[in-house]
């Protein structure tokens, strides 16, 4: 395949990711593709940034005057004091996906997208979550915080489900105090079958079932499916998971994370362009991509 190399000149505004690593992100084609799409001097380049390089990476991008970046593993949690400031969002979920970046002032602004992402696709996806609702959560890593602090304003009553309880007891203790909320819990894996069993959402913010090891499931053998939900696993490679595979045997509604990237990089163009992002097209390359591999 012949890349093709677009007119790049003196006005060009760049955007970008920092990760380690960073090849794998469909994030420079999603982004690329909304800018041919609405005609815009900008393109968004991954840029391989070592852990320990992280700070002066941050410096790097601001002195040549990009307008912001996208931040994933592992500097989502390290970037936050090198930071001029972070929004409610970050504060919650305790993580940055994007910086903003004020080319006059030389400010850079923490976001989290994640969060708005995935409540922008429930909606989107039509699954409304109210106080009567019960939600689990498998894991407590940022995807977890973001998702359990989205939810957290519904008033629903949400359990974090860990392999490490301690760590799911954790973010649960925080949002609690957060949200003022005593319907805020985490449990063991031991315990899944029971707090499962009335849940009308189950959320998988584990990497589990992830590209290449996709015959594997966080969903443990002999746990029976809860009946009447929907299952959201944020794994987006591949677009179907074993895990999506088997609750659906079961019955239940599944949906994957491909929403998830698009909504929360649909933000972040927002916040950097001031534009409104052209979804589909964003959405159309995502599943491409990710129907090819
Ligand atoms: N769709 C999207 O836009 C989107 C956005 C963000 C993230 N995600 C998805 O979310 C996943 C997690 O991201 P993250 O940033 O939250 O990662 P993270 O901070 O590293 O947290 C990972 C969580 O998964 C648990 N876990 C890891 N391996 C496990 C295993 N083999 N068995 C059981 N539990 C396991 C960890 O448990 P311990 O606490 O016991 O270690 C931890 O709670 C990503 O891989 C990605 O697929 C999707």
């Known amino acids: 395949m012949t890349a093709q190399v677009g007119h790049i000149d003196g006005q060009t505004q760049l955007v970008g990711i920092l990760g380690y690593p960073v090849a794998h992100s469909l994030s420079p084609e999603m982004h690329n593709a909304a800018f041919a799409e609405l005609g815009m001097n900008w ?97 407590a890593g940022g995807a977890a915080r973001a998702v359990g602090a989205g939810l957290a304003r519904s008033g629903a009553h949400i359990t974090f489900v860990n392999r490490t309880a301690e760590r799911g007891a954790q973010i649960a203790d925080f949002l609690r105090s957060s949200w003022a909320s005593s319907k805020i819990e985490s449990a063991g894996m031991d315990q899944l079958a029971e707090v499962s069993r009335e849940a009308s959402l189950v959320v998988n913010t584990t990497p589990v079932g992830m590209y290449p090891s996709v015959d594997a499931s966080p969903w443990p053998n002999g746990v029976p499916f809860p009946k009447d939900a929907v299952l959201y696993d944020t794994v987006y490679r591949p677009l179907q998971t074993k895990l999506m595979r088997d609750a659906e045997r079961s019955g239940l509604r599944a949906v994957g994370g491909v929403g998830m990237l698009v909504y929360q990089g649909a933000s972040a163009f927002e916040m950097w362009t001031g534009k409104k992002p052209p979804i589909e097209v964003m959405r159309a390359i995502c599943q491409k991509r990710l129907m090819e591999a």
């Open 43 to 139: 393109r968004y380049v991954p840029l391989l940034v070592r852990p320990e390089q992280l700070a002066a990476a941050l410096r790097g991008v601001l002195a040549l005057g990009f307008r912001g970046v996208n931040l994933t593993v592992p500097h989502k949690v390290t970037c936050i004091p090198l930071l001029d400031s972070v929004t409610e969002a970050v504060t919650i979920a305790g993580a940055v996906n994007t910086i903003r970046i004020d080319g006059s002032s030389g400010r850079m602004e923490g976001l989290n997208t994640d969060m708005s992402g995935f409540l922008t696709d429930l909606a989107a996806n039509r699954i409304s979550i109210g106080e009567t609702s019960r939600v689990v959560i498998l894991g």
